[in-house]
RNA sequence: GGUCCAGUAGCUCAGCUGGAUAGAGCAACAGACUUCUAAUCUGUAGGUCCCAGGUUCGAAUCCUGGCUGGAUCACCA
């Protein structure tokens, strides 16, 4: 809406001048005039019969009236529909705000802030390889922090690696029980998932271990003592495996011995948790390679799980927090409508919380950020209100500046993703996958054949990520979402590759309007522009909106659902008018131009999405 | 039970701080390639915006109550 300010200054002066009634100009609110409707700017001016005493459409008609005679450099036309002024500007007012675009450098970029932002996203576990899951998580937190920076702020793409606790030691019990000295590498198999093989493994060798117990003495005594009237035994074994894990199992016992070696600092525990942890970790990076995504740092829960514990401390001393008579620690957020929340055990140990305080307040001192993003999912939507409630009552510098980035979780078709039942989309499956299918498409089109093997790869690798990241970000990040596999590689109608499409006809003009060696400029000759060109230049000139309503709400699915739009106005363009056929070089110079920053914004647009932009296709 | 989130076409989703006759895509059907890339374009058909009240010139949007689905409410992570 940046360039409309003449118009809202227009506005505000007849208002000012017919009814003696003042309005900020900037407090002018125009839409966009609806396609069914003649015109491009609507300005509603039901809010002012009040003010006027006349009715809406007198109103209407008395303002467009005064606007086409003031200011017809601008204003070209009006009509009015009951309370709506639609004003339809004039074509030089259109090939001046093309031309302002074009001259400015990186169009719709914030100013520089000056000011540090953090955004954590991924966040695994090292016990299992990426999912489904994952994915949505890693391409929000990616596209987030493309718009942050693209809006002026110094980013810091960060994340929490829980890398400690019960889940990775029976990952290494599972290792050294039926290894056999195997290793990513003479096995291999991608890193993540060997140590994932050793954690279903061991759930594996548990099971049937529990399973042999229950028909133990001791199993069906305890069935009889603890077992509820009428229950059957497998509702209560399946109630007890968690006691049983704890009390009886000899596999329990093992993973639990570990934990504690770890934790006192055993040599050959720590050895091995570094080794497994090693192959993980490079696995990962290789699904973020593929993803096309890094991250600045990274922080590990082995560092920082101790950490937060002098944060209490201060904060019983601000009376923030208090302690109880079990010399627990807790934090009262009744006036909140939060309760009252745990934040150190009663034997002084950290629970989540104190080790996310901790984390946070060491962030701040490692990068100075003042704005935290935190991208996971809606199930801890409770535990993100404590924390930045907590760090607010502790006046922490960055508290004002924490967000969560709540998303919801990822459905299949069938229902909800079931790790236990091996209903999982494996990351890098789906990345394989979609890669295939853009290569399949591509074939059957027999495009790309003049492209070198290596090129081709390229050409099939941005295709179906485009496809694949597209079709999971333009879902708004709240909503709980359905994959669709089927659907995640159509490359049709709403996707990624119709946008890139658009793209690369725009390439595919301007590398034949080279050999056409005609300038590339705007001209003064070609001043009657077609309502086709005047829509795209009008989607141009919302691309800055657009982008601060994304950053402001931490969210790319209006910018995916803006690029698509752009994408098909082009393609509609594209086919309505002659762009190196058209009637003279001022007509053929204008389309190549204005096709030329429709590429760029297109471009821009999706690079903020993570998606890349192939030259041909 | 308390709290939070969601409910829009057969399916997947838009609809921004209230604006005109609620929009796309997919699927279905009918068309358009001697012409800049048809991964495109055009058309047809498809709706109790979960329900009921309220606020007002005007409600899918805001408020209240209900219904349905999900999440969460551990000295778990």
């Not at 009637?583 to 471009?603: G, H, M």
Request: proline share 3%; hydrophobic share 35%.
């Amino acid at each position: 809406m940046i360039f409309l300010s003449p118009i809202q200054q227009k506005l505000s002066d007849a208002i000012k001048h017919i009814y003696d009634h003042d309005i900020a100009h900037e407090e002018i609110a125009l839409s966009i005039t609806r396609s069914e409707f003649e015109g491009e700017i609507t300005f509603i001016v039901f809010p002012l019969t009040r003010v006027a005493k006349q009715k809406p459409e007198v109103i209407a008609q008395t303002l467009g009236d005064y606007l086409k005679k003031e200011s017809q450099e601008i204003v070209a036309d009006f009509n009015v529909v009951k309370g709506f002024l639609n004003i339809s500007l004039t074509d030089s007012f259109w090939i001046d705000v093309l031309q302002q675009i074009s001259k400015t450098p990186d169009y719709g970029a914030g100013n520089p802030k000056n000011k540090k932002v953090l955004v954590e996203f991924s966040s695994p576990n090292t016990n299992k390889p990426l999912h489904l899951g994952h994915v949505r998580n890693i391409l929000l937190g990616w596209s987030c922090a493309q718009i942050q920076e693209y809006a002026g702020y110094d980013v810091i793409k960060t994340q929490i690696i829980n890398d400690r606790g019960i889940a990775i030691c029976k990952s290494m019990v599972a290792w050294r029980l039926f290894g056999n000295g195997d290793t990513p590498e003479s096995t291999g198999v991608k890193g993540d998932h060997f140590v994932g093989q050793y954690y279903v493994r061991f759930e594996q060798a548990f099971k049937d271990e529990y399973e042999n117990w229950q028909s133990k003495d001791t199993a069906l005594e305890i069935f009889k003592k603890h077992g509820k009237e009428g229950q059957e035994s497998a509702a209560f074994f399946k109630a007890y495996k968690n006691q049983y894990f704890n009390e009886y199992s000899e596999l329990g016992k093992q993973a639990q011995e570990l934990l504690i070696k770890w934790e006192s600092g055993d040599e050959s525990a720590i050895e091995l948790w570094k080794q497994m942890n090693d192959w993980v970790y490079e696995g990962f990076e290789a699904t973020y390679n593929a993803l096309g995504v890094h991250f600045d740092s990274y922080y590990y829960e082995s560092d920082t799980y101790l950490l937060g514990k002098d944060a209490i401390e201060e904060g019983l001393n601000k009376n923030v927090f208090y302690r109880k008579d079990d010399s627990s620690v807790w934090i009262d957020l009744e006036a909140e409508k939060l309760d009252h929340k745990l934040v150190l055990r009663s034997n002084g140990t950290s629970v989540y919380m104190t080790q996310d305080i901790g984390t946070a307040q060491k962030r701040y001192e490692d990068h100075g950020a003042e704005k935290m993003v935190y991208v996971v999912a809606d199930e801890q939507d409770y535990h993100f209100k404590v924390l930045f409630e907590i760090m607010k009552k502790l006046k922490a510098p960055f508290g004002e500046g924490m967000y969560h980035l709540s998303y919801g979780m990822v459905d299949l078709p069938t229902g909800r993703m079931k790790s236990r039942e091996g209903k999982v989309v494996d990351a890098d499956d789906l990345v394989e996958e979609v890669i295939g299918e853009a290569a399949h498409q591509a074939k059957e089109r027999g495009e790309a054949e003049e492209l070198s093997p290596a090129e081709r790869n390229e050409l099939y690798r941005k295709v179906g990520l485009g496809a694949l990241k597209y079709f999971i970000l333009k879902v708004n990040p709240k909503k709980r979402m359905t994959f669709n596999p089927a659907e995640s590689v159509d490359m049709q109608g709403q996707t990624g590759p119709y946008i890139q499409n658009a793209y690369v006809r725009i390439q595919s003009i301007v590398r034949r309007w080279k050999d056409m060696k005609i300038d590339a400029k705007l001209s003064s000759d070609y001043d009657a522009i077609e309502p086709a060109e005047r829509i795209l230049i009008q989607s141009l000139s919302n691309f800055p909106e657009e982008l601060r309503l994304a950053s402001e709400n931490y969210d790319p699915s209006g910018l995916a659902s803006y690029l698509y739009s752009l994408a098909k106005s082009y393609h509609k363009f594209y086919h309505d008018v002659r762009i190196l056929g058209a009637e003279d070089d001022a007509a053929k110079a204008f389309r190549v131009f204005l096709s030329q920053n429709v590429a760029s914004v297109l471009k821009k647009g999706m690079e903020l999405l993570g998606i890349e932009m192939p030259e041909r296709m």
